[in-house]
């Protein structure tokens, strides 16, 4: 039963309809399926899917874009499931996509877990210039910082971005944790950030562990 419920789910996601997608959901949820489940077992494996379809020229981007719509509306479903757990505040986490770039479902998702686990996440969105990064430590005073990258383009704005906190006299006060697709352990190393995590799971846990928590 759950098997073909996360395969529905795949389907709906790569085929890009938002109402299947949020059906199957809940069905699922309603057939007591996990909602990481949902989110590891079908979702993430989908829009991998949907990447490589993409990669080979098999779709296009208005594909991507539903397949990513369709994604959303079973993660605004899942979000109150994913979130509720957390007992007290342990801190403040700001996160932002850089400059250039638009991707969000991967920050998005690292902020649900991020939330689930206690922070006070303030999103600052996508395409965010290092200035604004900059402008929020100074007004939010955060415990952690997450910068994504979702292409390999737009990298090179970590870096950018962690040099303009550093010039701002700001990089003492907080720890810097990087991600997205392209990012790597050896890329974070080298350009000086804290921390970096493959998944929304590890990036929740590696933030505690980075504090003291
Ligand atoms: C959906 C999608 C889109 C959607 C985005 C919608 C949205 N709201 O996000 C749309 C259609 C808009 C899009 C546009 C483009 N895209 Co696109 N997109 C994707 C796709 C299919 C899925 C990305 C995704 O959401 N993955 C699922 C999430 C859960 O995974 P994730 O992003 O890796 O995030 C996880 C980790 O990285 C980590 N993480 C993420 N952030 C952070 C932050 C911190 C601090 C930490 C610690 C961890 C962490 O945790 C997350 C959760 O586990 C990927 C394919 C792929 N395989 O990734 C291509 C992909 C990323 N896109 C690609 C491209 C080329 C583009 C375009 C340039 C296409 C074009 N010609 O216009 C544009 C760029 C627009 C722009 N300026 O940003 C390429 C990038 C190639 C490259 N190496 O640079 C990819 C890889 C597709 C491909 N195979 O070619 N895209």
């Known amino acids: 039963m759950s098997e073909q419920i996360l395969d529905q789910l795949y389907d709906a996601v790569v085929a890009g309809v938002a109402e299947d997608a ?57 979000r109150p499931m994913l979130a509720d757990e957390a007992a007290s505040r342990i801190g403040t986490f700001v996160m932002g996509t850089v400059a250039g770039d638009i991707h969000d479902i991967g920050k998005n998702l690292c902020n649900v877990m991020l939330e689930g686990v206690g922070f006070e996440v303030i999103d600052l969105g996508v395409n965010v210039p290092p200035e604004q990064f900059v402008e929020a430590i100074r007004a939010h005073k955060p415990d952690a910082v997450g910068i994504s990258a979702f292409l390999t383009t ?11 906190i550093v010039d701002a006299g ?44």
């Not at 309603?30 to 098999?58: C, K």
């Not at 737009?154 to 303009?164: C, G």
């Not at 697709?181 to 505690?208: C, H, M, N, S």
Request: glycine share 8%; aromatic share 4%.
């Open 22 to 78: 949020a059906a199957a959901t809940h069905t699922g949820l309603d057939a007591g399926v996990e909602p990481l489940s949902l989110l590891f077992d079908s979702m993430i494996p989908a829009l991998e899917e949907v990447g490589r379809l993409f990669e080979t020229n098999e779709i296009f981007l208005p594909e991507m874009l539903i397949s990513a719509r369709a994604m959303q509306a079973s993660m605004n479903l899942l």
């Open 154 to 164: 737009t990298m090179s704005e970590l870096v950018t971005t962690i040099d303009a």
């Open 170 to 213: 700001l990089r003492d006060g907080v720890k810097i944790l990087v991600g997205g697709a392209p990012v790597t352990q050896e890329y974070a190393d080298r350009i000086g950030a804290d921390g970096f995590a493959a998944t929304a799971v590890t990036a929740a846990q590696l933030t505690k562990e980075l504090l003291g928590i």
